[in-house]
């Protein structure tokens, strides 16, 4: 576990608080806690167990660190109750208890629906929709403790769209909505706020895995949305901050677009 910087000062958004964020390695995920630490977060980059995502979170602390912000690196399966409730102590250890928590950690493969394997559509709804559940249920003891929290989760505008050969991926996505609405309504009481982020067409290194045309993906942007360009990591940072922080401590039970005005509510 790679460990933390000096504690942070001044009168930022987020001074005092304890985010977890998982999936947080590259992407999205890395740039909310660049963006988190900047606002005054202690930050629990939280990546998958494998050398090359625990290379990449390193780094992504140690920029932290060397910025001046506070952070941690602790791997976890995301499937795995026991090793998210790992990953809950050594924040408490470090740094006390999550208040933030952004469940981003994601698994996709694009695929024709017929060629999807029950086993395929397993994982990616234990990562996506059940990581996002456990991770919500380890950090709800702290939260309580801290009198409320923030719950953010990560879904997509392909869940508007219905895009063709992800059916298990969006189908996930789509329960993040059920669950972040479903869980605003149970936990508003204890002061916590839950909420959703839906990020349009990113551009991340993901993305780049899975095979995506580039140039097919910049036309088809320029032409659906209203801001006619590629979204990127950093343009979602603010709505993470926003939802974290006290800013939005009315605001519970949303999905907050962030896709270059492709869909409407």
Known sequence: MVTIGPRATGGRRLEGRVALITGASWGIGAAVAKAF????ASVVVSSYPDPEMERLADGVVLSIVDAGGRAIRASA????????EAVVAAARSEFGDID?????????NRLPWHQIS???????????LRGAFLCAQACREGMLRAGGGSIISVTSVTVELGMAGLLDYVSSKAGLIGFTRALAREVGSDGIRVNA???????TEQEVALGFDEEELKVLSAARQCIPRRGFADDLTGAFVFLASDESSFVTGQVLNVDGGWVHY
Not at 100 to 108: G, K, Q
Not at 197 to 203: D, E, K, N, Q, T
């Open 77 to 84: 399966d995301v499937t795995s109750p026991a090793q998210i």
């Open 197 to 203: 982020v839906m990020p349009g067409a990113i551009r």
């Open 37 to 40: 630490a900047g606002e005054g």
């Open 118 to 128: 029950a086993e395929q559509w397993d994982h990616t709804h234990a990562v996506n």
């Open 100 to 108: 933030v928590l952004v469940a981003n950690a994601a698994y996709s």
